[in-house]
């Protein structure tokens, strides 16, 4: 059986209220500057995480002003599905543009690591907000917990 690729999700240093970011898995990629603007993507990565870990479908927003990629995780038993929508304006409809279904070492655990990097990053206030410390840490406590609960479960 082959091995599913993992995600990766790049984020670079951000500059007045932009993130550089990449999105990899495969053969697919999206490389895009998010904006902080209405909401900080980045903590909204961090609450989707948290919802998804505790079971339930959550989906987050990359700002691009005005147009947004829509990232939904949708947990199914111990896989999860990642669909990936844009958006060129506000109001028109969302087109899907890719999905991947995989486990939490290739999904969640990426995406996760990814906030912990970006979170010990040096930048100024002015060019972006730090993830809220108190999501953050809830969320590493349901991945330590997940964790241990694959560990023991092998």
Not at 3 to 13: M, W
Not at 19 to 48: G, M, Q, W, Y
Not at 129 to 150: G, M
Request: with cysteine; aromatic share 12%; hydrophobic share 35%.
């Amino acid at each position: 059986m082959e091995k599913i690729k993992k995600i990766e999700l790049i984020f670079g240093k951000p500059e007045n209220g932009w993130l550089p970011t990449i999105f990899r898995h495969v053969d697919f990629e999206l490389s895009f500057d998010a904006s902080d603007v209405p909401k900080n993507p980045t903590d909204l990565l961090c609450e989707s995480l948290i919802s998804t870990l505790k079971g339930i479908n959550s989906e987050m927003y990359w700002f691009l002003e005005p147009e947004y990629y829509l990232f939904e995780i949708i947990p199914i038993e111990n896989k999860f599905d990642l669909l990936i929508s844009r958006s060129n304006i506000a109001n028109e409809k969302l087109k899907q543009i890719y999905k991947i279904s995989g486990g939490f070492d290739t999904i969640i655990l990426p995406l996760y690591r990814s906030l912990k990097k970006f979170s010990s990053l040096e930048f100024g206030c002015q060019d972006w907000k730090k993830i809220d410390e108190t999501e953050l840490n809830k969320l590493t406590e349901l991945i330590t917990e997940r964790k241990n609960s694959l560990q023991h479960s092998v």
